[in-house]
């Protein structure tokens, strides 16, 4: 009897395995599970693309990691997690771990985000220059403009100082807190400062903020003269982006370093997709490409 006993544990065992193997979803294109490690100032436009995605493809998990550039580089080029969401492209030093694996990099631009600049709502003066940005980085500014990041270590304190061509930031005129909700609130509740957030978060339906977007304005930002925009003050707006008159543009990456052919790829040919970009229209965002409208005529006599 225990013999028996033994007998149908141990095939019970192995009918429940076989079944698990069967019920698992096999990775392709369009199912399967990947992991992405997303900067965190692009984590809604993800979570819109994942809805749609998921909803297209039941069988798919896109599971994301959320943090500042600083946090989220070290697991990606030690291997860890093989696609990213990145506001530049990898730097050669970045691409060598790749490189010696004989791992391909593939890198696709699929939103363009602008960087807005915005003050307390009670002031008269809504209007910026990017040399007086750009002064106020390098410590030199005469007046008494002051700067509000998220953080440190974000890629938007990273790009006003690669675009400043500053190593590092000035001893008085720029400050860092610790999230973009927390530059919305500041701005909300201080008149001397300019905040500095991603458009892509200002259109976040986030609860957190909803309260005080009523307290802060959108500056206008003029270009240096000669340049794209240096004719006039433009808002970061939808077709300000587009058109890239608005001076403060970036661009949104995907990178997939995934050595494989699976679910990552099949997620980054999505967001470049007429689909994807769709989403990205609608978000507020520029796309990488426009999406062309078809329009079937009917004879109606």
Same mark, same amino acid.
């Given at each position: 009897?225990?013999? $028996? *006993?033994?007998?149908?544990?141990?095939?019970?065992?192995? +009918?429940?395995?076989?079944?698990?193997? #069967?019920? +698992?979803?096999?990775?392709?294109?369009? *199912?399967?599970?990947?992991?992405?490690?997303?900067?965190?100032?692009?984590?809604? /436009?993800?979570?819109?693309?994942?809805?749609?995605?998921?909803?297209?493809?039941?069988?798919?998990?896109?599971?994301?990691?959320? %943090?500042?550039?600083?946090?989220?580089?070290?697991?990606? $080029?030690?291997?860890?997690? %093989?696609?990213?969401? $990145?506001?530049r492209m990898l730097k050669p030093e970045e691409e060598e771990y790749f490189k010696k694996r004989k791992i391909g990099i593939y890198t696709d631009r699929f939103a363009i985000?602008? /960087?807005? $600049?915005?003050?307390? +709502?009670?002031?008269?003066?809504?209007?910026?220059?990017?040399?007086?940005?750009?002064?106020?980085? #390098? =410590?030199?500014?005469?007046?008494?403009?002051?700067?509000?990041?998220?953080?440190?270590?974000? *890629?938007?304190?990273?790009?006003?100082?690669?675009?400043?061509?500053?190593?590092?930031?000035?001893?008085?005129?720029?400050?860092?807190?610790?999230?973009?909700?927390?530059?919305?609130?500041?701005?909300?509740?201080?008149?001397?400062?300019?905040?500095?957030?991603?458009?892509? @978060?200002?259109?976040?339906?986030?609860?957190?903020?909803?309260?005080?977007?009523?307290?802060?304005?959108?500056? =206008?930002?003029?270009?240096?003269?000669? #340049?794209? %925009?240096?004719?006039?003050?433009?808002?970061?707006?939808?077709?300000?982006?587009?058109?890239?008159?608005?001076?403060?543009?970036?661009? /949104?990456?995907?990178?997939?370093?995934?050595?494989?052919?699976?679910?990552?790829?099949?997620? +980054?040919? @999505?967001?470049? *997709?007429?689909?994807?970009?769709?989403?990205?229209?609608?978000? =507020?965002?520029?796309?990488?490409?426009?999406?062309?409208?078809?329009?079937?005529?009917?004879?109606?006599?």
């Amino acid at each position: 009897m225990r013999n $028996l *006993s033994l007998v149908l544990i141990c095939l019970a065992f192995v +009918a429940c395995n076989r079944k698990a193997k #069967k019920d +698992a979803v096999q990775e392709t294109r369009t *199912s399967g599970t990947t992991e992405i490690l997303v900067d965190e100032s692009f984590a809604r /436009i993800l979570d819109d693309q994942i809805m749609v995605f998921k909803s297209d493809y039941p069988d798919a998990t896109v599971k994301t990691t959320l %943090g500042n550039e600083n946090k989220i580089m070290p697991p990606f $080029l030690n291997g860890e997690v %093989g696609m990213l969401i $990145l506001s530049r492209m990898l730097k050669p030093e970045e691409e060598e771990y790749f490189k010696k694996r004989k791992i391909g990099i593939y890198t696709d631009r699929f939103a363009i985000d602008g /960087i807005a $600049l915005i003050t307390n +709502a009670a002031n008269v003066d809504t209007n910026i220059t990017v040399t007086e940005v750009f002064d106020i980085m #390098k =410590g030199t500014t005469k007046g008494d403009k002051k700067l509000v990041f998220d953080n440190a270590y974000s *890629s938007t304190v990273r790009y006003f100082t690669d675009s400043a061509k500053v190593k590092g930031l000035p001893k008085s005129g720029v400050y860092t807190l610790k999230t973009n909700n927390d530059v919305i609130k500041y701005i909300a509740e201080h008149k001397d400062y300019i905040g500095v957030v991603g458009v892509n @978060w200002l259109l976040e339906n986030n609860v957190d903020i909803l309260p005080y977007l009523s307290k802060v304005k959108v500056m =206008g930002v003029k270009n240096v003269e000669g #340049k794209k %925009g240096g004719d006039a003050f433009y808002k970061p707006t939808q077709n300000n982006l587009i058109n890239a008159t608005y001076p403060f543009l970036r661009n /949104i990456y995907v990178i997939n370093c995934e050595g494989r052919d699976g679910l990552g790829t099949g997620f +980054a040919n @999505w967001l470049t *997709s007429p689909r994807g970009q769709l989403i990205v229209l609608r978000s =507020g965002l520029g796309p990488h490409k426009m999406v062309s409208r078809e329009f079937n005529l009917k004879n109606t006599n």
